[in-house]
């Protein structure tokens, strides 16, 4: 299900035009940095619970804390999420705090590069890694 967010009236969408997101949970990937960081910041301004999903816990709790220093009253946890490892989704899927009532808004901030990567980045299970990341991980 798709939604469509109207414009202001100058015709330019902002981060404004974000409808009331309470009772939404949003599972937004890279969201330590750039699209991914700010995305969630938004939402978390329009009401959503947001699960920073990253795969590097540190720089996830400084995103956590900007959004909060933003926003008090932000509902924004932290669940760590290496995209590229079965086992790491596994763990992240079993552990983010979603009931089947919530309505639920993912959001990936990540994309295939499109760029040749050296055998030595393959993974455990010997899959590419921007193939696991973007295909198989999502």
Known sequence: M???FPM??????TTGDIPDQRGRVAIVTGANTGL?????????????????AVRDPEKGNLALARIVAACPEADVTLQELDLTSLASVRAAAASVP????DRKTRMSSQFIA??????????VFAFRRPCLRDCIGR
Not at 8 to 13: A, L
Not at 36 to 48: I, K
């Open 36 to 52: 991914g960081y700010h995305t969630a910041a938004a939402l978390a301004q329009a009401g959503a619970h947001v699960v920073l």
């Open 114 to 123: 499109g760029k040749p990567r050296p055998a030595t980045l393959q993974t």
């Open 2 to 4: 798709s939604m469509v």
């Open 8 to 13: 202001s009236s100058n015709g330019k969408w």
């Open 98 to 101: 979603v009931r089947a009532s």
